[in-house]
């Protein structure tokens, strides 16, 4: 007889209150259900239309297609980084990108836990070697941030780690600007209910279970100890050569199309169609730590 898997619960606080989430239970909980698209301040009370949100990002995909031949013709190098909580939506987003791209030309990079022998190199050093080549776009699914992250929170890196990534990554990333690549920082920014709905949704689908991952499962009770890494790492590494973009990605949706729209927006490419692009939601979309509060 297979063996029963221990239920894996937990009491969390939310909003001055102790509730008790067991993600194994395939039942989601009332309160977690009615308030997980409002959840961490989100300004609207729905999902984007779908049929709007479908026919909106064809049009911007197009446009995608038309920055891909500029590249070409021009050289132009990009690169694009992802970063947010655990089940934030950044591998949908980062999808939505580049579901039409030439993928001779445009990568996706989600590096692994490094090897011996990268954990023995400079810090960045794995990083760079999947910077782009000339016409090429970039997309990382997390990147070098997991030092500001997930290493302090989950204790992958010494305290002197973290301090002295926070202190050269703004000059790492200077580097990277003067050398003329065009380059976007993103935050995902969720609410609380909000993860514990999609860690749940990943639990009780056959085609997802896959995505939530034991480190998932330890961040479950260490939401504080995030939100002060993520304001810390915004705080410190927000420069006006390398900003950081934050978007409220509640509503998946509203993200992708307004991620899309910021890259369109700041790329002078070939062809571009402003009224094609449209106008970013300054509710979803804005800058620098002031924006997740």
């Not at 989430?21 to 989601?28: A, G, N, Q, R, T």
């Not at 939506?89 to 990108?97: A, C, E, M, P, Q």
């Not at 420069?239 to 307004?258: M, Q």
Request: aromatic residues 12%.
């Amino acid at each position: 007889m297979a063996q029963q898997q221990q239920s894996r619960a937990v009491t969390l606080k939310i909003d001055g209150k102790e509730r008790l989430f067991d993600i194994d239970d395939p039942k989601l909980p009332d309160w977690i259900d009615d308030h997980a698209l409002e959840s961490g301040g989100y300004p609207y009370d729905k999902k984007l239309d779908e049929d709007e949100y479908e026919e909106t990002l064809e049009h911007l995909q197009e446009e995608l297609v038309k920055v891909q031949i500029w590249q070409q013709e021009t050289g132009a190098r990009v690169i694009s980084l992802f970063e947010g909580r655990d089940a934030a939506g950044k591998g949908g987003t980062i999808f939505s990108i580049h579901a039409y791209m030439n993928p001779r030309s445009a990568r996706v990079v989600a590096l692994s836990k490094p090897t011996e022998t990268e954990a023995g190199q400079w810090y960045y050093q794995r990083y760079i070697a999947n910077f782009p080549t000339k016409g090429e776009f970039v997309l990382f699914d997390r990147s070098w941030y997991n030092r500001a992250g997930v290493e302090p929170v989950m204790g992958f890196c010494t305290p002197e780690q973290y301090e002295k990534f926070l202190k050269n990554t703004p000059r790492f990333e200077r580097m990277i600007v003067d050398e003329g690549f065009h380059f976007f920082k993103f935050y995902l920014n969720i609410g609380r209910e909000m993860q514990l709905k999609r860690f749940h949704d990943r639990r009780h689908s056959k085609l997802t279970m896959w995505k939530l991952s034991p480190m998932d499962i330890a961040a479950l009770d260490k939401w504080g100890d995030y939100t002060e890494k993520r304001d810390r790492m915004l705080k410190e590494t927000h420069s006006e050569h390398a900003p950081w973009t934050v978007v409220r990605a509640n509503d998946k949706r509203r993200a992708r199309i307004n991620v899309i729209r910021h890259i369109l927006t700041s790329l002078d490419y070939t062809g571009k169609d402003e009224k094609v692009i449209g106008k970013i939601d300054d509710k979803i979309l804005g800058f620098g730590p002031d924006f997740v509060k």
